[in-house]
């Protein structure tokens, strides 16, 4: 099945600064990459998603990057701001329809 | 005008007891998730049910049994409750199987 490792499982930036996280893939054949953020006690939220036939999709000050050959995607976040602060989890799709998490990590924004 | 609604909210229950977890979705989807989440935040499926049929079954002891009466419901029962069930059920809709999933608000289950 579909493996995917997130990194870091914590980060610290200060107000203002970018925050990137980095997620790999190991099934070929996943075709959907979406990010979703869950602040304490609440759902998980989609923030964006990207399918395999694009490289970059950007809105507002979220992008995410996917690289298909070295399988791995990435969430950046520019001019953080403590509303940034939550849990951001990436995930893989493969052909089964079963949605694969990474670990999660821990996005903490220093006013 | 919840999209994905969950009861209860929370669940404080003893080992060995039945317990139900109920999901409705308004949003018109055709496909219903069931997740759990542990105490380290991490997020698997459990379920999948795409038109009332059941799509995905992972690795789940038997004593989790999913029911979906129709399309804007899957509910999730639990047998023999035991500690280790303790986590956060999360139940999530999409339009169709390969489409964007949105996540209802939770149960958390606690079992003493």
């Known amino acids: 099945g579909e493996n995917v490792e997130q990194h870091p499982s914590t980060l610290s930036v200060q107000e203002g600064d970018s925050a990137v996280i980095k997620c790999t893939y190991s099934d070929s054949a996943s075709n959907y990459f979406p990010w979703y953020k869950q602040e304490l006690g609440k759902r998980p939220q989609l923030i964006i998603d990207i399918r395999s036939n694009v490289g970059e999709k950007k809105d507002q000050r979220i992008a995410v990057t996917l690289n298909k050959t070295a399988k791995h995607f990435s969430l950046h976040i520019t001019e953080t701001q403590p509303e940034d602060s939550a849990v951001y989890f990436c995930?893989?799709?493969?052909?089964?329809?079963?949605?694969?998490f990474g670990a999660g990590t821990t996005v903490t924004v220093r006013a | 005008d919840t999209a994905v609604s969950q009861t209860p909210k929370y669940l404080v229950t003893q080992m060995g007891n039945d317990k139900s977890i109920k999901c409705e979705q308004n949003?018109?989807?055709?496909?219903m998730y069931w997740y759990k989440q542990d105490s380290k935040k991490f997020l698997k499926i459990m379920f999948s049910?795409?038109?009332?049929?059941?799509?995905i079954n992972e690795t789940v002891p038997n004593r989790f049994s999913p029911k979906s009466p129709d399309k804007a419901h899957l509910n999730l029962h639990i047998n023999s409750l035991e500690l280790g069930d303790s986590a956060v059920y999360f139940c999530a809709s999409s339009q169709f199987l390969a489409d964007t999933q949105y996540f209802g608000p939770g149960t958390r289950l606690t079992v003493l």
């Open positions: 049910y795409n038109n009332k049929e059941l799509i």
């Open positions: 949003l018109g989807h055709d496909t």
């Open positions: 995930a893989a799709r493969t052909g089964d329809y079963k949605l694969s």
